[in-house]
Every structure is written in structure tokens, then in C-alpha cells.
């Protein structure tokens, strides 16, 4: 849009995006689309015939639209919008943000013009690992412009104090939250640790219940939970440390501002990619990966406070994980669109 070009979002009409999209002053389209269940082969039938109505649907789209380049970022509705480029001979460009590409990026992969990427092990799932580029993972402007000592004013921290942020997405994660609920009071105990735990706005007001609880049936001002918060970079880059799931996003932005993490795999993505997504950033020496079923261990409590008590460690972690980070992402990913709409011009 900055660069003169006519934006048009297709998204599924129940998914956030319907919702986001708008507000950012996208044009928004809904397509229907399903994904299934691999453990119910039925289910396959009833979400082919929904993506092959899609795709008629999609080409109808495209067509009113004047669609010159399609751009695909995973998920059930790029299936058939992603087929409607193919069939309709528009030139499409995909974007994988997990370390293994989803149902839709690899099939896909067959016909696009290119595939941007966020880790090198994905272009081997590609059908032409020849035409992924390493993009990294685009993040949000409010991220790239993240203030430490703004971000404490926001959260109430003090400057000297040590900060753990602890978030599990944008609906919280239970088994996360059950156990920082457990070790709230070894927590607390920690010489000047503050907590900002994100709990999601489903369990929000339970697990500070269960804290206030487990400090003696107070709340604490040094041990904070939050349904939510906008400012989320911010909130990263006022934290020490960081306590995660791996979701593609998370790491994305938590790299973006180099921060040391412990990050927990949720355990049932697909194809267990958020293991992978850790992995790549504990191999770089950006964070130590406890597996979900290993929250209630010592395990998860030594790997919090090794990171708490030794700031040197800290630092070394934050510095490896900044390495990591590809902050020009965006850039990269829509030079890749632009290439392709470029391509087409020319060949006109």
C-alpha cells in the first residue's frame, strides 16, 4: 500500500483477520475454507468439497478484482485462493513462517514463482527448493520500534528490577499457566524478580486467582497477570527473560528485539514444527527448550532461574538471539511479491 499497490485481503469470515484486516484499512474479502482431521479420513471429503468451491469462488474474486500477483501465508484459505492464482494464471508467491511448511505452502510450492522462508531446513519440504529465498518472518512496525524504558512505565516495573515475561499466544496456554501458578511463590522469593504473566483472556482471572492463592491469598504486586497486552513489544523489551511457547510469531518477535528465552513447544502443532522453530533458536545459543511434558519437572524451574541469577548468561543469550533476527523481513518478503508483479508486467 505504501508503495502505490491496491491491497485486497482474502481470509476465511470467521478468523480474526476478518476483523483485523478492516481496522488496518485492508480491504477485506471471505472465502470459506476447512481443514481436516488426520485422524478422521472422512473428514477429507467434506473439506475437499469445500476447497474446490472455494477456488470458483476465489477466481471470481481475483477476476473482479484485477488481481496481478497472489500472495499465499499458509493456512486452510490459501489452499484454494492459492489454486485460483495457479488456475487463473496469476503469479503466486508463498511465505512460510514455520520451520516445517503446512499442508497448503507444500503443495503450493509446485507452482509458485517463489517462497520466502524463515528457516534454511524448510526449503528441503519445498517441490523447488531452488526458488525459496531466506526472508525471515515479517513483524509488526510496533515491534521493530520496541522501548525498553517505555514498556516498563506501561507494565509498572521498576528500572532495576529484573523482569520475566511469561505469555503463551494470544489465548494463553493452560499447562503453561498451571505451572507458573506452581512456582509462583519460589518466584516471588527471587531478590528483586518481577513477573508479568500473560495468561490469556480465557483463564486470566483464574490463574490470578490461583496466584494469590498460592502467595497466601494476596496479590503481589511483583508477581503480575494480564489477560492481554497491545503493546507487546514493548512488553518484550522490557523483559529480562522470556518464557514462551515457539509459535513462528513469538520467536519472530522475540529475536526481533533479542531477548534470552525459555521456550516450550507446544506439543500437538502439526508436525510438531514448534519443537523445530525452538530448536533453531536454541542451536544458536538464543534460548533453552523445555518440552511441555516437562513443565512440572525441575527442569523448567532450574532453566527459569539460571537466567534470572546470571545476568552474564543473559546477555550472552539476548546477544544470540538479536543475531538471529532478519528485521528487514518485510522488506524482503514484499520485494519477492513485487519481483513476481514485475515478472508479469514484462511479459505483458
Same mark, same amino acid.
Given at each position: ?9 482474502? @481470509?476465511?469470515?470467521?478468523? #480474526?483477520? $476478518? =476483523?483485523? +484486516?478492516?481496522? /488496518? %484499512? !485492508? &480491504? ?73 511448511? @503446512?499442508?497448503?505452502?507444500? #503443495?503450493? $510450492? =509446485?507452482? +509458485?514463482?517463489? /517462497? %520466502? !522462508? &524463515? ?78 504473566? #500473560?495468561?490469556? =483472556? ?86 533453552? #527448550? ?59
Amino acid at each position: 500500500m505504501a508503495d502505490g499497490h491496491e491491497v485486497l485481503f482474502v @481470509g476465511t469470515p470467521d478468523g #480474526v483477520e $476478518s =476483523r483485523l +484486516a478492516p481496522e /488496518a %484499512g !485492508v &480491504t477485506f474479502v471471505a472465502v470459506p475454507a476447512k481443514g481436516f482431521d488426520r485422524g478422521a479420513p472422512l473428514s477429507l471429503l467434506s473439506a475437499a468439497a469445500v476447497t474446490l468451491s472455494s477456488v470458483w469462488r476465489a477466481r471470481g474474486v481475483m477476476r473482479r478484482f484485477g488481481a496481478d500477483v497472489v500472495a499465499g501465508f499458509g493456512g486452510y484459505v490459501s489452499l484454494p485462493v492459492g489454486l485460483a492464482a495457479v488456475t487463473g494464471r496469476v503469479p503466486l508467491v508463498l511465505h512460510e513462517q514455520n520451520s516445517i511448511p @503446512g499442508l497448503a505452502n507444500r #503443495v503450493l $510450492s =509446485r507452482w +509458485a514463482r517463489a /517462497a %520466502g !522462508v &524463515t528457516y534454511e531446513g524448510s526449503l528441503k519440504h519445498l517441490r523447488h527448493p531452488e526458488r525459496g529465498v531466506m526472508t525471515g518472518n515479517p513483524v509488526r512496525t510496533t515491534v521493530l520500534q520496541a522501548d525498553r524504558a517505555r514498556g516498563r512505565r506501561r507494565l509498572g516495573v521498576p528500572e532495576d528490577a529484573t523482569l520475566m515475561l511469561v505469555f503463551g499466544g494470544s489465548r494463553g496456554a493452560r499447562h503453561v499457566n498451571d505451572a507458573m501458578v506452581a512456582l509462583a511463590p519460589a518466584l516471588v522469593a527471587e531478590p528483586s524478580l518481577r513477573v508479568v504473566h #500473560v495468561a490469556g =483472556r480465557i483463564e486470566a482471572a483464574s490463574v490470578a486467582e490461583r496466584v494469590a492463592g498460592a502467595l497466601g491469598g494476596q496479590p503481589s504486586e511483583r508477581y503480575q497477570v494480564r489477560d492481554y497486552i497491545d503493546e507487546m513489544g514493548d512488553a518484550i523489551a522490557a523483559a529480562d527473560v522470556v518464557v514462551a511457547r515457539a509459535g513462528a510469531t513469538s520467536i519472530a518477535e522475540i529475536t526481533a528485539i533479542g531477548r534470552a528465552a525459555v521456550l516450550v513447544p507446544y506439543p500437538y502443532a502439526t508436525d510438531d514444527h514448534q519443537t523445530l522453530n525452538a530448536r533453531a533458536v536454541a542451536t544458536a545459543g538464543g534460548a533453552e #527448550v523445555v518440552p511441555d511434558a516437562e513443565l512440572d519437572s525441575d527442569r523448567f524451574r532450574d532453566a527459569m532461574m539460571r537466567l534470572v541469577r546470571e545476568p552474564a548468561r543473559r546477555k550472552q543469550m539476548a546477544d544470540a538471539s538479536a543475531a538471529l533476527a532478519r528485521r528487514d523481513a518485510t522488506e524482503r518478503v514484499t520485494a519477492l511479491i513485487t519481483g513476481a508483479l514485475t515478472g508479469r508486467e514484462e511479459s505483458r
